[in-house]
């Protein structure tokens, strides 16, 4: 793990890396409105400018990044299109709003995990480290319970269960948390605007919600894909 210091290389960079974190569900919200179908239906197809955003978006963290979050933007990008192709073509968990995976989702996926990464590395949340961690457990057992329970989303109590695996691997490394967040809000975003939807069962047998909010597990192992490379 690297500190504060090695995150935020000037306090220039600091102040512009918080900003691009937290206009992050800004761009959600506008990028995955301009992809909807409520848009293409009533204004024009805004897919192209949609990848154009994110493209823009992520060469502008890139560019106020230190080496090992760059590092991270160029590797997840082309792992998480492998994710993509495994999880939405072969296995069928999941389907975009037309028949092609869409260019700005790889792209999208590092803009969430930059997110979480910057957010992780804030001097708060470094200053508060373990009183967040108390709080990811306890929030995230009542989500996935509340899911299972309530939503019968049976697929989120399995997923949800590996996610803790992951988490306890990695002493409930907070960052593994904030990347969690981003990929919460991004799922119910696109399901919200029908950019895509989760299949009612995963697996072929297990029922699951729209979207399952277990599948941070599968962001998660990207991320320890990501840090032995």
């Known amino acids: 793990m690297i500190n504060a210091a090695t995150t935020h290389t000037t306090p220039g960079v600091k102040h512009v890396q918080l900003w691009q974190a937290w206009l992050f569900p800004v761009f959600v919200w506008v990028s995955l409105g301009l992809d909807s179908p409520y848009f293409r239906a009533h204004y024009f197809e805004g897919r192209l400018l949609t990848t154009a955003l994110a493209l823009l978006y992520v060469a502008f963290i890139y560019k106020t990044a230190d080496a090992y979050l760059r590092r991270l933007v160029l590797v997840i990008v082309p792992l998480t299109y492998i994710g993509e192709l495994i999880f939405c073509k072969l296995l069928h968990m999941y389907d975009y709003a037309g028949e092609a995976i869409p260019l700005y989702v790889p792209v999208g996926h590092a803009l969430v995990y930059a997110s979480g990464f910057i957010f992780a590395h804030t001097a708060w949340a470094m200053r508060h480290d373990a009183a967040l961690k108390l709080f990811f457990k306890i929030f995230f057992i009542l989500l996935f319970a509340f ?41 119910v975003s696109g399901v919200m605007l029908n950019c895509w939807n989760w299949r009612g ?22 991320m ?5 490379l």
């Open 147 to 187: 899911s299972a329970l309530v939503l019968h989303d049976y697929f989120t109590l399995l997923f949800g269960g590996l996610f803790f695996l992951v988490l306890r691997r990695k002493r409930y490394e907070n960052l593994y948390c904030f990347v969690a967040l981003s990929v919460i809000f991004t799922e």
């Open 201 to 222: 069962t995963m697996l072929w047998v297990i029922p699951s919600g729209n979207p399952p909010i277990g599948a941070v597990f599968i962001y998660a192992g990207a």
């Open 224 to 228: 320890c894909c990501w840090q032995k």
